[in-house]
């Protein structure tokens, strides 16, 4: 239970003090109502006594009585109606509530910290006046009245006829059968006479002289003056008094107020029904079984007896309950008044009150001393006669029901029971407890059970409140009579007594397992308001406990709450339920959860506590609910119409939160610019990038580098400081750390993630965005001012709503909400606004397309909506770089909610036409690009970047502008052709090109295509096409391109430099041929022009594409060279056909001569070799610009690979041109292009493909491949750990780049007839050609000594040998091609090898000389015939 205030003795004794009764004349109410108080409110304040009163008990021994208290009440002829008693206690319950600024205990009991109110004022409220409003009973004297005050006034004519008339009508309402209420201890009662004076109107001599004869007729110890009203009440100057009744009186009021309404109604109908029958069951036992009401005193402000009184007392009443609201009690009374009442009462007690309990004590003793010694014997003697022993107690179960017993009033077991009563009122507990306790044997022998119940009750008390303790507690005395009160006499109310003062003694015992059992025995359905009590009080127990049951707390509060619930108490329903919450909140228990916050939501509801209302509502809706859908729309139907009674309370405050649906704000996007229009026929949009699109890092972060790329391009090599890369959409993995930029009269579309976490269907409606604008002029100084969202900010921003948005049950849907600035400013977004309803039959909803809805708007709200709002918070990333930010939790900023709307800025769109998804390798398509401005600016610099600068080109400055219409260039070619005279078949045409005419070799970056609009410009409004070619990578497989088109305003802008669009194109090559080639040395010397360089080149074409795509072959139609220093000169005629047809999986081989050209150094020589009837241009486009394109890209990766060793090469420049300068002799710088058509069959039409293939030749003998071979890994490798070291340039060339300085050519007859007859010795002229192949001069020996040593080569060829010297020293300058002439001498018939030479050769400023490879040249046969 929880605390009191009293201690237990202190409540026991107030609860049972002796009663006096007060009879007062008109004339003495009238004077006490001066004081808005009738005569027994007056003196209550005043009925403790302050000292201690002595009396003598039985035997003469003097007991002392400490802390007395005793009642005066008027006199009520009536019991308590059962009606008006229920409704005074719910009304005591309902007026006490917790004070507001209480400070509650904190109990931590395991993981638990409650907040609890330690103590409970309703129920101690409760208590008393259900005590006090008990009914008196005839089996029991408690509240029987001792005494009876009669009050008359002094100013009265004759006031001891007066008194004289109050003790006749006492007696007649004590004695008369006509009155069975109120109850009298004995008929002997003791009548006190109160002459009240007063003293502000009053002759004080007079009422002297009346009291003197009244002292002669009833004695000094029976009357007594009392004098009051000393003062004319005056409120305005006076001082302020104490009013000490208003404790009282607030009670008093409600219960005299329902009380008497309750009488007049019914006296009125039938006065005599009311005391009909002394015996009557309701009025003996006080309140039937049905009695759950409110313990407040009952009792009538007069002694007038007759019905039509009554009216006029509960019409006095009525108005003296409206003069208690505004007028002060006491008015007319001083201090000295108030001590004048205390000494009256002190005065009554002493001299009358208690010497006449004290005389009826010793009376009652006496009288049953006398008569025990015949009639107790006789009773004795008749029961052992006739049962033969003593009748052993009988157990509470066998005893039958005899609540209807009845003992006249002067049988002797009654007088002991009355004199433990007397006992018990002036705390003579021991004498009691002896009483009660022979009183109890005799009543349940009788089996008077209603008797012995109440002796048992009383007896346990006794014996608790004996001084000393000599015996313990007997809880079974109050166990035995709680359940013969309730289950044999089926009386509720004595029970409740009973549980109310046993609980209270085992609580101060610390039984409180004991004491709940007790209070929870005691619930039943008959009343709730007793049961809620009893509940809550046993809760407090449990918390109480040495280890206290938490749980238990909670769930009995829970009952507690549902029983206040239904008795009417919504305050103390509502505060049971929130302290149980605190058990139950947060530990997983969600449905128990559910039903406590939905308890709370609807009792703050009928308190209109709104707030709390929405809250508790809120917490069922925000919960991840297992309630099943029915429920859940319930919960949500409450919560709305709750939400709505809130909202029109303060409709013109802020927007309110809504909890439903959640918002996922990190998933929260941001997209600036229009929504990408669809593609038209053959017109392609730009792909751009749309909400649609999911994030790819990898993918953003190469847009940024191509961004970065081509601004560093326009600003020289530097990127600028304030540089930000354009983010068209922003979400969680973006960088958001900057304010965003969006641009003025642009669309900013933020895409809000809503989640429906419940099993029924959400509608919103009128959903949009909120947000906050503050106007500026970025060219300006001043700023404008902050502007809320409001009706009349549509020409600052304007707001798009989304009309329904419906989210069925459990679904995440996301809504695309746009904003439309109007000004430049900084732009805030805040969150989203909408009105949250329910959908009609909304659980049949589940299985439908919520599409369907939102199109035809046939999802109709149940009416049940309210306006409401959500922020979007975003939070940061987490920062983790200084050492501060990885110690503590810090967030950076999230501003991708925040854009700057900049000022007005050119829009481009691109659209692509007849562009392929499908190419093969290499294949050249054309297609055509449409540029549209479709802003109000003009627009420049219009360039193009990409990763992969080879795929396409808008051709060179020589390019042909070819016409515009896309049909007109369906079946021509996309090459540049002239149609071939027929003798030059196979031989070389010649043209030539600037690598500056294709973009190459500029200085700027390869990747950064400039855009050649007409006059670098394009108009508002305007578009124009351009022509683009596009090659098939030439790899096989699925390729994204990525094009990035960048473009500036005319005017210069603070904010935004330049805009950007992307679009990646997706294209699918497929294998056409695969090309390899090589270059080595012609072994013939002399070339056309008489110079001795010239080469042979080898191109092998093999057709590896698959006969899926429709190919049935491939025709080489040319192969071009283009170099600065080679040329092809003619085709090698090694197969007679003119055409190179190849089908799958064919190849061709092809042999070309090569020669040195001697064109400048700017410019790169293009060698045409056609096989077909047409010429196709090389040196124009966009044939050249993909050879370019592709040098560029081929020199890129080369420079990539040798760049780690460029600091060591500075480091030993001298000797590293040395080695550059041999390196270059094996050096070609060849390029050759293949070029081919393609026949495919397509949909039974045959279609012409046309392609070119690039090889590089860069060394002499190395084989070269039209696209680098895929190297296949092994599937394991070992880990080799080793450190790097930086391997210096090798000392020395290559063996093969040294063997390269020189080239050797022998010329000799084939054969050589020779008569041996005539001359034994054959001697041949043989030709030795040196040809130095380096710009260095070159130091040569020759030694002809050169024997072969090996077995093989001397049976294979006949020896012979050198005439003249043997050994010769040259000098060659660079590229001197020097004759020798040699005799060989052979001395008889044979094939014989000439290449015996030993040709060494070293640079000039070396010293180590290097033999020339001769393994590359065929052998020198010569056939010697003889004659």
Known sequence: MAQCVQSVQEFIQDSFVPLVAALCSEEAERLTRRNNLSFAELVRPFCRLTSEVHMRDPNNQLHIIKNLKIAVNNIVTHPPQPGAIRKLLNDVVSVSQPAEGLVANVITAGDYDLNISATTPWFESYRECFLQSMPASDHEFLNHYVACMLVVSSSEPEPVEQFLKLSQEQHRIQHSSEYSYPKWFIPNTLKYYVLLHDVSTGEEQRADSIYEEMKQRYGTQGCYLLKINSRVSNRGTDEQIPDPWSQYLQKNTIQNQDCYEDYTAVSSKNTDHLISDGLDSEIKDGLSNNFKSHPLQLDHPSGSLDSADYTKAAASLQDSKKSNSGTPHGACLTLTDHDRIRQFIQEFTFRGLLPHIEKTIRQLNDQLISRKGLSRSLFSATKKWFSGSKVPEKSINELKNTSGLLYPPEAP??????????????????????????????????????????????????????????????????????????????????????????????????????????????????????????????????????????????????????????????????????????????????????????????????????????????????????????????????????????????????????????????????????????????????????????????????????????????????????????????????????????????????????????????????????????????????????????SCDEDMVGTEAIAEFLINSEETKVARLKLFPHQTGELHILGVVYNLGTVQGAVTLDGIDPSIGLQSG?????????????????????????????????????????????????????????????????????????????????????????????????????????????????????????????????????????????????????????????????????????????RGPDEEGVHEINFLFYYESIKRHSKMCHRVLRHTAVICT??????????????????????????????????????????????????SSNSKHWKLQKSVNISGDKDTKLASRERAKLCFKAVRCKNSEENYTFADIVFGNEQIISSASPCADFFFQSLSSELKRTHVQSHPHASQRAAKQSFDETVRLIQRCSEVDLNIVVLWKAYVVEDNKQLILEGQHHVALNTVGKEAFSFP???????????????????????????????????????????????????????????????????????VLIDLRHKTTSSEALEIHGSFTWLGQTQYKLQLKGQEVYSLQLKACFVHTGVYNLGTPRVFAKLVDQVTLFETSQQNSMPALIIINNI
């Not at 996007?669 to 751009?688: I, L, S």
């Not at 010795?1321 to 130091?1339: E, G, I």
Request: include cysteine; charged fraction near 20%; glycine fraction near 4%.
């Open 413 to 790: 077991e009654l007088q002991i029971r009355k004199m433990a009563d007397l006992c018990f009122l002036v705390q003579h507990y021991e004498l009691a407890y002896s009483c009660y306790h022979t009183a109890k044997k005799d009543f349940l022998n009788d089996q008077a059970m209603l008797y012995a119940a109440g002796a048992l009750e009383m007896a346990a008390v006794s014996a608790f409140l004996q001084p000393g303790a000599p015996r313990p507690y007997p809880a079974h005395y109050m166990e035995t009579a709680i359940q013969t009160y309730r289950d044999i006499c089926k009386n509720m109310v004595l029970a409740e007594r009973c549980v109310l003062l046993s609980a209270e003694i085992l609580k101060s015992q610390s039984k409180y397992s004991e004491a709940a059992a007790l209070l929870i025995r005691l619930t039943s359905e008959d009343s709730d308001l007793r049961s809620a009590l009893l509940l809550e009080q046993a809760a407090h127990c449990f918390i109480n406990m040495k280890s206290p049951m938490v749980r238990k707390f909670a769930f009995h509060m829970i009952l507690a709450g549902h029983r206040f619930s239904k008795a009417g108490q919504k305050k103390h329903a509502l505060r049971c339920y929130c302290q149980a919450m605190q058990v139950y909140k947060g530990k997983g228990w969600s449905l128990a959860e559910d039903h406590i916050n939905f308890t709370i939501g609807r009792q703050s509801f009928t308190l209109r506590q709104l707030d709390n209302a929405v809250s508790a509502f809120r917490h069922i809706l925000i919960n991840d609910s297992k309630q099943p859908p029915a429920q859940q729309g319930a919960f949500l139907r409450e919560y709305l119409y709750v939400y709505k009674n809130a909202t029109q309370l303060s409709p013109d405050g802020p927007l309110p939160q809504l909890p439903l649906p959640y918002i996922n704000s990190s998933a929260t996007r941001v997209f600036f610019g229009h929504d990408r229009r669809p593609a038209e026929g053959e017109k392609q949009a730009a792909t751009h990038i749309s909400l649609d699109q999911e994030y790819d890092s990898e993918s953003s972060q190469q847009w940024k580098e191509l961004e970065e790329q081509v601004v560093s391009v326009i600003n020289k090599g530097t990127i600028p400081s304030n540089f930000q890369p354009t983010q068209f959409c922003l979400n969680r993995y973006s960088d958001n750390s900057k304010f965003p930029l969006a641009v003025i009269e642009e669309p900013i579309t933020v895409e809000v993630s809503f989640r429906n976490p419940l099993k029924v269907p959400l509608l919103l409606t009128d959903l949009s965005l909120l947000w906050k604008f503050q106007p500026k002029d970025f060219n300006a100084k001043h700023d404008g001012e902050t502007k809320e969202q409001g």
């Open 858 to 1030: 046939k999802f109709v709200s149940n009416g049940l909506s309210v306006r409401g709002r959500q922020d979007l918070e975003i939070q940061g990333p987490r920062l983790n770089n200084t050492k501060e930010e990885k110690t503590s939790i810090k967030y950076g900023p999230d501003r991708r909610l925040d854009p700057i709307i900049t000022e007005e800025m050119p829009l481009l769109e691109v659209f692509f036409i007849n562009f392929p998804t499908g190419l093969l390798c290499g294949e050249i398509r054309k297609a055509y690009v449409e540029f549209v401005n479709v802003s109000k600016c003009p627009l420049t610099a219009l360039k193009v970047v990409s990763k992969h600068p080879e795929f396409f080109t808008f051709g060179g400055n020589t390019a042909v502008l070819t016409p515009l219409s896309p049909s007109a260039s369906e079946n021509c070619s996309a090459y540049k052709t002239v149609v071939t005279d027929p003798t030059s078949v196979r031989t070389a045409l010649l043209s030539s090109a600037s690598s500056a005419d294709f973009g190459v070799g500029t200085g700027g970056s390869l990747e950064v295509i400039q855009v050649p609009l007409p006059d670098a410009v394009l108009l508002p409004g305007a578009s124009v096409q351009l022509p683009m070619w596009l």
């Open 1070 to 1119: 497929s294998r056409s041929l695969h090309i390899r080639a090589t270059v080595c040395r012609s072994n013939a010397l002399g070339d056309e022009e008489g110079r001795g360089d010239n080469m042979l080149v080898f191109v092998d074409v093999e057709n590896i594409n698959t006969s899926e795509t429709g190919v049935k072959e491939f025709h080489i139609v040319q192969v």
């Open 1269 to 1339: 071979q895929k190297q296949e890994l092994p599937e394991t490798v070992l880990l080799k750990f080793f450190r790097p070291e930086n391997t210096p340039v090798p000392a020395r060339p290559t063996p093969e780049q040294l063997s390269s300085l020189i080239k050797t050519s022998l010329h000799y007859p084939e054969s050589f007839n020779h008569s041996f007859h005539q001359k034994s010795l054959c001697l041949v002229p043989v030709t030795l050609l040196l040809s130095n192949c380096s710009q260095a001069v070159v130091d």
